[in-house]
């Protein structure tokens, strides 16, 4: 049975990289066959990457039968998963997020979860000698998802194994690491193909705290202007999308990559009162920019208060 190599629903870069990295090893290093696969549409920047480096975009999976057998990247929480995850035959988790809980396996499984600041990376490490034996395509997808992650070393999950084995990766491929994460970025930037819905559950999570359910979405941008443009329609899409989604609130944060910071959409008190709870902010209208915040991860899920 080929195994089914997938990251987390809505794709992002290391979402859609990993999956083909591992999927390349599995077969042509151990002699298993596997197949990456997606969630979901993977994200206009992951989708750069794809064409980049010559890959086939992955068949994109709603749905798993019983039995089969599965690698899960990038996420371990149940959640972000198909629904017959636990009915799966999970054999193996790769990811450098906080244990969630609630997978349940056939029997022990494999599992590898490192503070790196990204799941490439750890890939990388797992490979031991033989992360000498890839070809070029893979070290493109492995270089882009340390970038994306990473937001060219600019946020604070970086570590110097990051970017260290991102450097080494550029120098293989005789790439300028600046201009390629200026084409990176420039392609996550393009949002004018998107509806509202489509661009706020693009990069998204669902979090609860103390009882209330956060859609928390992250839009990082060369181009803030773009989507600051669009804050209207796209607060008044929050309704519809916590209707939809069975959630209680949209949390949007629109990350400018270059000036490091961060705007949260302010559509009512209970956005206003988390704004101001959870990172000190004093809010006035109905937005809020929280300089140096850059991370999901690390600065915005850890420090949410209502």
Request: glycine share 6%; proline share 4%; aromatic share 6%.
């Given at each position: 049975m080929t195994i089914k190599v997938f990251g987390h629903k809505s794709p992002d870069t290391d979402s859609t990289g990993s999956p083909l990295i591992w999927a390349w090893y599995l077969s042509e290093i151990q002699g298993t066959p596997a197949e990456a696969k997606l969630l979901g549409t993977p994200n206009t920047e992951a989708a750069f990457v794809v064409e980049k480096w010559g890959f086939e975009t992955p068949e994109i999976i709603s749905e798993l039968s019983a039995g089969d057998d599965v690698v899960i990247v990038d996420t371990n929480n149940p959640a972000e998963l198909p629904a017959a995850i636990n009915e799966a035959n999970v054999i193996q988790i790769i990811d450098h997020h906080k244990l969630t809980g609630g997978l349940e396996t056939k029997g022990p499984i494999d599992i590898t979860i490192k503070p790196?600041?990204?799941?490439?990376?750890?890939?990388?490490?797992?490979?031991?000698?033989?992360?000498?034996?890839?070809?070029?395509?893979?070290?493109?997808?492995?270089?882009?998802?340390?970038?994306?992650?990473?937001?060219?070393?600019?946020?604070?999950?970086?570590?110097?194994?990051?970017?260290?084995?991102?450097e080494a990766?550029?120098?293989?491929?005789?790439?300028?690491?600046?201009?390629?994460?200026?084409?990176?970025?420039?392609?996550?930037?393009?949002?004018?193909?998107?509806?509202d819905a489509e661009l706020i559950r693009m990069d998204s999570k669902e979090y609860a705290v103390d009882g209330t359910k956060f859609r928390v979405s992250v839009l990082e941008t060369t181009a803030p202007k773009l989507v600051l443009d669009r804050k209207a329609s796209l607060m008044e899409s929050f309704k519809a999308v916590e209707a939809e989604d069975g959630v209680d609130q949209v949390l949007l944060f629109v990350v400018d990559i270059l000036n490091e910071e961060a705007t949260l959409f302010v559509p009512n008190d209970l956005v206003k009162g988390v704004a101001e709870k959870s990172f000190g902010a004093t809010v006035e209208g109905d937005q809020v920019v929280l300089p140096g915040v850059m991370s999901r991860k690390k600065q915005i899920i850890p420090a949410l208060k209502v």
């Open positions: 790196l600041a990204c799941t490439a990376t750890i890939m990388h490490q797992m490979m031991g000698e033989d992360a000498a034996k890839m070809p070029d395509n893979i070290k493109g997808a492995m270089l882009s998802c340390i970038l994306s992650d990473t937001l060219e070393f600019r946020s604070p999950t970086t570590t110097p194994v990051d970017r260290a084995l991102a990766l550029a120098g293989e491929l005789n790439l300028d690491l600046g201009a390629y994460a200026a084409e990176m970025f420039e392609a996550k930037s393009d949002i004018s193909a998107f509806s």
